[in-house]
């Protein structure tokens, strides 16, 4: 607070009929005065009382001020997963893991693209599936939290990623481009991948690389004779395709081939 008075005048401060503080005017009549900060919040209504010789008091004109309650220092959000520099691939890039405070909105951005909002829990901890597929390369994850309003209270130290592109699985060659009703088709792809085997649009079923990335199918027995476009896909949790083989043109007989790759026919 400033103002002026009588130089050298005394001058007391009140908060109503609270005395706040007591100062002296300068040679100029100028005063400045802080405000305590133990005043509470809310209303106030600040009055300035020049003191006379004669002991009477000339006050100023109330000042109503309002104190804000002090608004509670956010708390800064972490990811704990993934940690900084982790390879993931574009089919599975699981899930991004972290605390902030209980009952917070969370949002997970991808550099300034939100990719979605999720609310801590009473323990603070929160969890985000990332979407699939996410383009290849340099990620760099943030989880900000938002105050009342809906802006930007607190941000995360920034986690940066790498996504691997799914590679694309194989059909092994297939012998005189035929198979029998039931063989096994064989093919290659990333170890773990999960492959969606179709003949044309026609999903017949699932496969799933091994360790070493060989992957078996046997062509269902209720597949008819006839010429069959088979591919095999990797498709991520919505049904989009992520890579996939090129087709391969066979034909199917009545009786049972050996299978692509060398392998038996199936039962």
Known sequence: MTGSAPPGGKLQILDGDKLLGEITADSSG??????PASLASGAHSLIVKALLSDGKAIASSPLNITIEAPRPTPIAPAINNPIAGAILTADKPGDVVGIAAPGSKVQIMDGD????????????RWSFG???PLTAGTHTLNAVVLDASGKEA?????V???IKSVEAPTILPIANGQLGIGSVVKGKAQPGSVMSIFD?????GTATAGADGVWEFALPKSLQAGVANLRAAILNSTGAVLSQSEVTRIQIIPSVLPASGGDKPGP
């Open 154 to 158: 607190a941000r995360s130290p920034a």
């Open 200 to 204: 044309g649009d026609k999903l017949l």
């Open 30 to 35: 100028q005063w400045s005065w802080g405000l």
């Open 130 to 132: 990332l979407p699939s």
């Open 113 to 124: 693209k939100l990719l979605g909002e999720v609310i801590a829990d009473s323990n603070g």
């Open 160 to 162: 940066s990623i790498e």
